[in-house]
């Protein structure tokens, strides 16, 4: 293995190539790791240069997730959503988060799937819990909530206990949609 | 840039996808059509057909259900495959059938409580999901650990570790025809549930962690319990070589099934003893050691193979050392308390606060809503520990409330699962479940 390199040098290296579409964000409190934030337009180039630049080489992605800001009141965070990547490198013993901002109203990633195939139900499971969709991932049905259903449970607004399986699953209802009519027996939640 | 590494097994850009198959089930596909934009880029489910018109036994294939209610998926887990004869042609999974919303329930719990359904998820090993936990949010306070905390969540894992291992590989017995490994195994495992019984008062869900420590200390005859039982696994694990290397018929049915070169093992994600027996040595007790595991002397073991084979072996030998590190461990525990004296962070003792105003704040100040555990706000950590899958990593997000703003697990089952499909294509259907054996996906920790 070669030597680990911190987050900050990781950080400098890539400012060094990207220069202003990268701004770094570092995390209250002692010894926290450095995250960095590069808008979804230079995503892929900033992606593939982690893992192929020599010295770097990432060649592990660890994970994909994303985060709802919604109730986060913080200035500096713009946009609703973050996808949130944690990078490894098997050769260097190093790692890195990357994180990317989504609006709300156009909530897609450009996916990382043709770099690592570990992204392929990564990026399924965050499009699952937060309708964020990863252009490119040849993937993109639901992985833990049933196909037909409409929400994403782990967006902010939606409620702890869900809507109740009628507002859920409307289609099973011998009565059609809610609205008031009775619906199946033992429906609702 | 660089020119674009393409992954293994994914399909080279632009070239024709086959066209998807259509489920047979109208009531499932007209609930999909009402809301196309979040399917995806997938207009239809890929399940394969089960239609009487091209579904024949003259020679085509035909669509056989693996799960979720089946001996061999150990869990809920469902394997669609096509077959043609014996031979399975494509598979298909589906996953979510135990999906509980732990990540949810997070944001709604406040840091300790969450330790309880962190048991949930790993429950064949519950002890290293706590330990996980305990540790990523000690990673976000800044909390230390007393010593002797460290050395006892190093034995309980270890020992957590040990269970789930052999159980299994006593599974993956069962599932090619050795069948009694899989009751030696079992036996062996409820001693470790003993010991964990005499520690944490639970066999399964141990929730023994608390942030900054242990809930309460080891009892006397703890020392003795460890070293009997570090003797009686060793000579388990003979029992358990013996019974299967070098068998035949063992061999026949694991060797070269489910074959993962390292290259691939790397790129798509896989971790623990699955990546190693596909020849790296990526441990992160040695990568990033915590709790103290610089301090023991232990070895990463690798394997060639890559196969079902090179997986038993390698947790087998991944035993031998989980066992070396308990006996260096024991002989070194050191007196002392197991839970942090930072009375912000840990619970005083219960004779305290009926006796002293000061404790009874500090109580106070950690229970009661809107206080608790407060870290600082915006302040978030990626932190994985070796569970007995593979990294098991805790991602957490703090907004400065008494929970947690967002609690991201990655579950090293959920990587192993995915590419099952690769693995099993080209295979016969028991060869399938022998991959599946080694491949150790607990449904538990997949569906979350």
Same mark, same amino acid.
């Given at each position: 293995?070669?030597?680990?390199?911190?987050?900050?040098?990781?950080?400098?290296?890539?400012?060094?190539?990207?220069?202003?579409? #990268?701004?770094?964000?570092l $995390?209250?409190?002692?010894?926290?790791?450095?995250? +960095?934030?590069?808008?979804?337009? &230079?995503?892929?180039?900033?992606?593939?240069?982690?893992?192929?630049?020599?010295?770097?080489?990432?060649?592990?992605?660890?994970?994909?997730?994303?985060?709802?800001?919604?109730?986060?009141?913080?200035p500096?965070?713009q946009?609703?959503?973050?996808?949130?990547?944690?990078?490894?490198?098997?050769i260097?013993n190093?790692?890195?988060? #990357?994180?990317?901002?989504? $609006?709300e109203?156009d909530?897609?990633?450009?996916? +990382?799937?043709?770099?690592w195939? &570990?992204?392929?139900?990564?990026?399924?499971?965050?499009?699952?819990?937060?309708?964020?969709?990863?252009?490119?991932?040849p993937d993109?049905r639901?992985?833990?909530?049933p196909?037909?259903?409409?929400?994403?449970p782990?967006?902010?607004?939606?409620?702890l206990?869900?809507?109740?399986e009628r507002d859920?699953?409307?289609?099973?209802?011998?009565?059609?949609?809610?609205?008031?009519?009775?619906?199946?027996?033992?429906?609702?939640? | 840039?660089?020119?674009?590494?393409k992954?293994?097994?994914?399909?080279?850009?632009?070239?024709?996808?086959?066209?998807?198959?259509?489920?047979?089930?109208?009531?499932?596909?007209?609930?999909?059509?009402?809301?196309?934009?979040?399917?995806?880029?997938?207009?239809e489910?890929?399940?394969?057909?089960?239609?009487?018109?091209?579904?024949d036994?003259?020679?085509k294939?035909?669509?056989?259900?693996?799960?979720?209610?089946?001996?061999?998926?150990?869990?809920?887990?469902?394997?669609?495959?096509?077959?043609r004869?014996?031979?399975?042609?494509?598979?298909?999974?589906?996953?979510?059938f135990?999906?509980?919303g732990?990540?949810?329930?997070?944001?709604?719990?406040?840091?300790?409580?969450?330790?309880?359904?962190t048991?949930?998820?790993?429950?064949?090993?519950?002890?290293?999901?706590?330990?996980?936990?305990a540790?990523?949010c000690?990673?976000?306070?800044?909390?230390?650990v007393?010593?002797?905390?460290?050395?006892?969540r190093?034995?309980?894992?270890?020992?957590?570790?040990?269970?789930d291992?052999?159980?299994?590989?006593?599974?993956a017995g069962?599932?090619?025809?050795a069948f009694?490994?899989?009751f030696?195994?079992?036996?062996?495992?409820?001693?470790?549930?003993?010991l964990?019984?005499a520690?944490?008062?639970?066999?399964?869900?141990t929730?023994y962690?608390?942030?900054?420590?242990?809930f309460?200390?080891?009892?006397?005859?703890?020392?003795?319990?460890?070293?009997n039982?570090?003797?009686?696994?060793?000579?388990?694990?003979?029992?358990?070589r013996?019974?299967?290397?070098?068998?035949?018929?063992?061999?026949d049915r694991?060797?070269?099934?489910?074959?993962?070169?390292?290259?691939d093992?790397?790129?798509?994600?896989?971790?623990?003893?699955?990546?190693?027996?596909?020849?790296?040595a990526?441990?992160?007790?040695?990568?990033?050691?915590?709790?103290g595991?610089?301090?023991?002397?232990?070895?990463?073991?690798?394997?060639?193979g890559?196969?079902?084979?090179?997986?038993?072996?390698?947790?087998l030998?991944?035993?031998?050392?989980?066992?070396?590190i308990?006996?260096?461990a024991?002989e070194?525990?050191?007196?002392?308390?197991?839970?942090?004296e930072?009375?912000k962070?840990?619970l005083?003792?219960?004779?305290?606060?009926?006796?002293?105003?000061?404790?009874?704040?500090?109580?106070f100040?950690q229970?009661?809503f809107?206080?608790?555990?407060?870290?600082e706000?915006?302040?978030?950590?990626?932190?994985?520990?070796e569970?007995?899958?593979?990294?098991?990593?805790?991602?957490?997000?703090?907004?400065?409330?008494?929970?947690?703003?967002?609690?991201?697990?990655?579950p090293?089952?959920?990587f192993?699962?995915?590419?099952?499909?690769?693995?099993i294509?080209?295979?016969?259907?028991?060869?399938?479940?022998?991959?599946?054996a080694?491949?150790n996906?607990i449904?538990g920790e997949?569906?979350?």
């Amino acid at each position: 293995m070669g030597t680990p390199l911190t987050p900050e040098q990781i950080t400098e290296r890539l400012s060094k190539q990207f220069g202003d579409e #990268l701004s770094v964000h570092l $995390p209250p409190g002692k010894s926290a790791a450095q995250v +960095a934030i590069v808008s979804r337009e &230079s995503l892929e180039d900033t992606l593939s240069f982690l893992q192929s630049e020599a010295g770097l080489e990432f060649d592990f992605l660890v994970d994909v997730t994303a985060v709802d800001y919604l109730h986060f009141d913080e200035p500096s965070i713009q946009e609703r959503f973050a996808a949130v990547y944690q990078l490894y490198s098997t050769i260097h013993n190093h790692r890195f988060t #990357l994180k990317t901002p989504v $609006p709300e109203d156009d909530a897609w990633v450009p996916s +990382a799937v043709e770099l690592w195939g &570990s992204a392929l139900w990564a990026e399924r499971e965050t499009h699952d819990m937060y309708g964020i969709r990863f252009k490119g991932n040849p993937d993109m049905r639901r992985l833990l909530m049933p196909e037909d259903f409409p929400g994403f449970p782990l967006r902010k607004d939606y409620p702890l206990r869900g809507r109740g399986e009628r507002d859920a699953f409307p289609q099973y209802l011998d009565s059609g949609p809610i609205s008031g009519g009775a619906g199946k027996e033992g429906g609702g939640g | 840039m660089s020119e674009k590494r393409k992954a293994p097994g994914m399909p080279a850009e632009g070239a024709e996808q086959s066209p998807p198959e259509t489920l047979g089930l109208e009531l499932l596909r007209k609930g999909l059509a009402a809301d196309p934009e979040y399917r995806g880029e997938h207009p239809e489910p890929r399940f394969f057909i089960t239609d009487e018109a091209e579904d024949d036994f003259g020679g085509k294939t035909m669509t056989l259900n693996l799960g979720p209610q089946h001996p061999a998926t150990h869990g809920t887990l469902r394997v669609v495959l096509k077959v043609r004869g014996e031979k399975i042609v494509a598979a298909d999974t589906e996953i979510g059938f135990l999906h509980t919303g732990f990540e949810k329930l997070s944001e709604h719990m406040s840091y300790q409580q969450w330790v309880t359904v962190t048991d949930r998820m790993n429950y064949m090993s519950a002890m290293n999901n706590n330990v996980g936990y305990a540790i990523a949010c000690e990673e976000l306070l800044g909390v230390e650990v007393p010593r002797r905390a460290q050395v006892i969540r190093v034995i309980l894992s270890e020992f957590s570790r040990l269970a789930d291992h052999i159980v299994c590989n006593g599974l993956a017995g069962m599932d090619v025809g050795a069948f009694s490994l899989m009751f030696w195994a079992f036996e062996r495992r409820e001693k470790v549930y003993d010991l964990m019984e005499a520690v944490t008062g639970t066999r399964l869900t141990t929730s023994y962690t608390r942030i900054g420590g242990v809930f309460r200390d080891v009892p006397a005859d703890f020392d003795s319990m460890v070293k009997n039982l570090v003797t009686e696994f060793r000579r388990f694990l003979e029992e358990m070589r013996s019974m299967t290397l070098g068998n035949r018929i063992f061999e026949d049915r694991m060797r070269g099934v489910g074959i993962i070169s390292s290259a691939d093992a790397v790129n798509w994600g896989l971790t623990g003893p699955i990546l190693r027996a596909s020849g790296i040595a990526y441990d992160v007790r040695k990568a990033r050691p915590y709790s103290g595991y610089e301090r023991y002397d232990f070895e990463v073991p690798t394997q060639e193979g890559g196969d079902s084979y090179s997986r038993f072996v390698q947790r087998l030998e991944e035993c031998e050392q989980s066992l070396d590190i308990i006996s260096q461990a024991i002989e070194d525990l050191p007196e002392g308390p197991v839970l942090s004296e930072d009375k912000k962070i840990s619970l005083p003792e219960k004779d305290e606060v009926h006796q002293n105003i000061e404790s009874l704040i500090h109580h106070f100040k950690q229970i009661m809503f809107g206080h608790g555990i407060l870290p600082e706000r915006g302040r978030e950590v990626y932190s994985s520990t070796e569970s007995p899958n593979g990294e098991l990593g805790f991602y957490i997000v703090s907004d400065g409330e008494m929970n947690s703003y967002k609690t991201r697990v990655r579950p090293p089952s959920i990587f192993h699962f995915a590419v099952l499909p690769k693995l099993i294509e080209g295979l016969m259907i028991s060869d399938a479940v022998a991959v599946l054996a080694t491949l150790n996906v607990i449904a538990g920790e997949l569906d979350r």
